[in-house]
Structure formats: structure tokens, C-alpha cells
């Protein structure tokens, strides 16, 4: 079953405590991104990765860190976390070859106090 | 001006009818344009992928693009309550390839028995 999976999905946390959220795709897409959804502004793309130790930024990057050692995995990394970051975030994985077709993750919700 | 935008709704519809969803998209050269359907507590789902060269029919749906105007439609034949989502629409801008995305903070469809 083609899948994306987060972890974890549900985080309360305190300003300035580093935190990595997983993400893990299982269909060798190449493309791979996080996004984040706040009430009235949509989603909102954080980092994309195009392959493997390629990543670039999205429209919100500051405060994130991304890496892309191996092709499945595509971790977020808060280094310190501040409550403007308590959202809902969304990784997703993309294949473009063929017909289009792009997964999301079960997202995870984060609060940062 | 944002870059994509939506009415938010809520879009409301009577069972059976068709309900037409726009978005608006301000870069004129944005050559790929996506339609995803969000359930209140779910990931986003990509229901439409449109190039800039043409319309696309996949079932109830139809994508249609208007690049005088420079909008995007979707078209949901013979609504169905369980079509009752927030539908968002996403640009590529120019030169970036698939993977950059900028949303539209959505539309909320509400189909009614």
C-alpha cells in the first residue's frame, strides 16, 4: 500500500527543546516536502527535496531544517522550537514521471508553549 | 496581492447540482496547476493535475484553465454530499518543477441533501 508516514502525530512541547519529526515514504518517490497549515492560510510549503542530499527552501523556512541522506525518509527539524510554530504539519511525497501523483502524510500536530 | 486565491466560502450546493470552484493565480507564466479535496481532520488528497496546454475530465470532475483571465475552475458534476470538503488549489510557479507548490488557502463546499 503506497504510504506516507509521520511521526509523531501529536506533539506538545516547550520554546527552545530541539524536536525532529519523521517522515518515511514507501513508494521511491523521488520529490518529498513539508508543509505546514494554519487556519486561514492554507498550506504553506516549509522545505521540498527534489532526490537525495537535494533539498531547497519553501516559502517558510525559517526555523527548519531539513535532510534527504536516503531516498525514503525526509525528516523536519525544529532546533528551537517557538510557539509561532504551533501548526499542523503535512509531509508529502511526489512522483512526476508518468501520471501525477502525490501523497500526503497523516500530518502532525504540534504545540510549542 | 496573494499569489493564488480562493473565496473561502462556504460554497453551498443542493444535491445533484454542479458546484464550480475558482481560483485566482497572479504569475502569469505558472504552467501546472493542482486541485486537492481536504475532509475536515484528514491530509490533503490531489483529485486534478492540469497542464497549461489543455482541460482535464476525470469522472464528476473537470479542471479548466483560463490563462487570459488567469484562473483556474473545477467542476464537480452531480455533487454528492460526500463531495462536502474544502478544496484547495495549488500553482508551480515558473521554472521551479513540480515540487513548488503555493497554495490557495481553499474553498469549503458544502453539498446539501
Known amino acids: 500500500e503506497a504510504q506516507v508516514t509521520q511521526n509523531p502525530r501529536y506533539l506538545i512541547t516547550v520554546t527552545g527543546k530541539k524536536l525532529t519529526v519523521t517522515c518515511s515514504q514507501n513508494?521511491?518517490?523521488?520529490?518529498m516536502s513539508w508543509y505546514r497549515q494554519d487556519p486561514g492560510l492554507g498550506l504553506r510549503q516549509i522545505y521540498y527535496?527534489?532526490?537525495?542530499?537535494?533539498?531547497d527552501k519553501g516559502d517558510v523556512p525559517e526555523g527548519y531544517k531539513v535532510s534527504r541522506k536516503e531516498k525514503r525518509n525526509f525528516p523536519l527539524i525544529l532546533e528551537s522550537p517557538s510557539p509561532n510554530q504551533t501548526s499542523l504539519y503535512f509531509c508529502?511525497?511526489?512522483?512526476?514521471?508518468?501520471?501525477?501523483?502525490?501523497?500526503f502524510g497523516p500530518g502532525t500536530r504540534l504545540l510549542v508553549l | 496581492q496573494k499569489e493564488v486565491e480562493q473565496n473561502s466560502g462556504p460554497l453551498s450546493v443542493p444535491e445533484g447540482a454542479i458546484a464550480s470552484l475558482n481560483c485566482t493565480y497572479s504569475?502569469?507564466?505558472?504552467?501546472?496547476f493542482f486541485w486537492y479535496r481536504q475532509y475536515s481532520g484528514k491530509s490533503p488528497e490531489l483529485i486534478m493535475f492540469?497542464?497549461?496546454?489543455g482541460d482535464k475530465e476525470d469522472g464528476r470532475f473537470t479542471a479548466q484553465l483560463n490563462k487570459a483571465s488567469q484562473y483556474v475552475s473545477l467542476l464537480i458534476r452531480d455533487s454528492q454530499p460526500s463531495d462536502s470538503a474544502t478544496y484547495l488549489c495549488?500553482?508551480?510557479?515558473?521554472?521551479?518543477?513540480?515540487?513548488?507548490?503555493?497554495f490557495g488557502a481553499g474553498t469549503r463546499l458544502a453539498v446539501h441533501p
Open positions: 508529502a511525497s511526489m512522483r512526476t514521471s508518468g501520471q501525477i501523483a502525490q501523497y
Open positions: 513508494m521511491n518517490h523521488e520529490y
Open positions: 527535496s527534489m532526490n537525495v542530499e537535494v533539498t
Open positions: 504569475d502569469r507564466g505558472s504552467q501546472s
Open positions: 492540469i497542464y497549461s496546454n
Open positions: 495549488a500553482v508551480n510557479p515558473p521554472g521551479s518543477g513540480y515540487n513548488k507548490l503555493i
